[in-house]
């Protein structure tokens, strides 16, 4: 990020838009510049409060975000994004690049598993995805089917912690290495499996589950326990519950 002056910043912003990956607020903006993220330009209508929050927050980044936030008059913030967040901050970054993903994903040995979500349909849901696979430390997420793991909505739902781990949308030929382990309702308690480091971790979309090219692939189906009569869980709670098992004592 660089200094600039409120007009040469609005100027930059409408430049470097196009293709950029929008940080929608203070946390997306923190976990970003952590995690190494190429941010080109973050602009706010009251730098003192985001300094505040930082100095709450995140004081490794107080000097940083004091050199390179802009601060711009309110109405011309509104006029960036749809919705201004509540933190008043928002940011653009570049996307993180797809070989270095695809590296990250095929390394070996690999020591953490990548979750794979077979043809997600809600933003939200892969957003709150991404944020656990970082927080567990998971290698990535890997999704198929027609939704960009990247949208808009993704990334301000994953709290700009697509560049803590590697997102990316693969075909099912072009999965990385390792074990598959599919949840579903029909497979083995996952509380009887120690699941190993390497595994891809696979859960069905929202609506329909796995789909049969997946299911048929699967080395193995798991199933997460469940009281009678309950018929599902939230997706992502099901990514946690299994990723707390993996990395949980066995």
């Known amino acids: 990020m660089n200094d600039a002056d409120p007009t040469s ?36 209508s009251d730098k003192e409060s985001v300094l505040a929050l930082a100095a709450e ?19 011309e913030l509104r006029d960036l994004v749809p919705k201004v967040h509540p933190t008043r901050v928002v940011a653009l970054a570049v996307r993180r690049g797809r070989t ?9 040995p690999r020591r953490s ?13 892969v957003g709150a995805v991404v944020r656990l696979a970082a927080g567990f430390g998971a290698t990535g997420v ?4 027609d939704l960009d793991p990247w949208h808009p909505n993704v990334v301000r739902a994953g709290a700009g912690l697509h560049f803590a781990t590697a997102v990316e949308r693969l075909s099912l030929d ?8 599919a949840l579903d309702p029909a497979g083995d308690d996952i509380r009887t499996v120690t699941l190993p480091d390497d595994a891809l971790l696979a859960f069905g979309s929202e609506r329909h589950g796995l789909s049969v090219e997946l299911r048929e692939r699967a080395d193995t189906l798991l199933a ?12 992502a709670t099901s990514v946690a519950m299994t990723l707390f098992h993996w990395g949980g004592p066995n």
């Open 113 to 125: 598993p990548v979750v794979v979500l077979d043809n997600p349909r809600n933003l939200g849901n």
């Open 174 to 181: 072009a999965f990385p290495p390792g074990p598959l382990y």
């Open 9 to 44: 910043a609005l100027r930059l912003w409408h430049e470097t838009a196009p293709g950029a990956v929008v940080l929608d607020g203070f946390h997306a903006l923190k976990h970003a510049l952590r995690f190494g993220a190429d941010v080109r330009l973050a602009v706010t």
């Open 224 to 235: 997460l326990p469940m009281r009678p009569q309950v018929s599902s869980y939230n997706l």
């Open 142 to 145: 890997v999704t198929t089917g």
């Open 57 to 75: 927050l995140a004081d490794d980044l107080t000097g940083t975000l004091r050199r390179s936030v802009v601060e711009v008059p309110a109405d």
């Open 100 to 108: 270095e993903n695809l590296a990250v994903l095929a390394a070996a």
